[in-house]
């Protein structure tokens, strides 16, 4: 098994591009997160979903888009770049609620936007 | 609403000696604990979870981590530091029945030898 797959590794971006980070799962986890990490800051929560065609925001939505269209695929979109999405971005799934089941990590995605 | 402190933000110890992370959260309700390693250029690992079976944990690589409800501290300790233990380290909380994580700001750990 892969687990979380995320691509790409890094990325470099112009103000106002858009791009979309992919993350992929073959533990048919059917929850997906994606989180932000900034420096002394830990991890914040973008957007997360509890199943297919199903997504919520978490604590730091805006800026960004999500889909679930199938149980393995959780794609990150950003439709208008800023400097302050310069982040490294992860993505996690688990088989059930945090409580009992352990969230699993990509490698992460690290995105520069200049 | 919850949150997380992790007091220092970088610790460094000599190897063999006593390793302490110190966590302290805030929760309305019981809290759900978390503890998770990040080697650099890679994600985050579950080193232990605290869900109120017993308030000493144990976890991988030789971590525990002790629950003080009085105290609201969760902090993580290994007796006897080894290089390999030098990464970043994050608390975490969820509440009862939720499936979100709320994370501290990390505390990164430098092992001299």
Known sequence: NAGVTQTPKFRILKIGQSMTLQCTQDMNHNYMYWYRQDPGMGLKLIYYSVGAGITDKGEVPNGYNVSRSTTEDFPLRLELAAPSQTSVYFCASSYGDSLNQPQHFGDGTRLSIL | ?113
């Open chain 2, 1 to 113: 609403a919850q949150s997380v402190t992790q007091l220092g933000s970088h610790v460094s110890v000599s190897e063999g000696a006593l390793v302490l992370l110190r966590c302290n959260y805030s929760s309305s309700v019981p809290p759900y604990l978390f503890w998770y390693v990040q080697y650099p250029n890679q994600g985050l690992q579950l080193l232990l979870k605290y869900t109120s079976a017993a308030t000493l944990v144990k976890g991988i690589n030789g971590f525990e981590a002790e629950f003080k409800k009085s105290e609201t501290s969760f902090h993580l300790t290994k007796p006897s530091a080894h290089m390999s233990d030098a990464a970043e380290y994050f608390c975490a909380v969820t509440k009862a029945a939720g499936n979100k994580l709320t994370f501290g700001g990390g505390t990164r750990v430098l092992v001299k030898p």
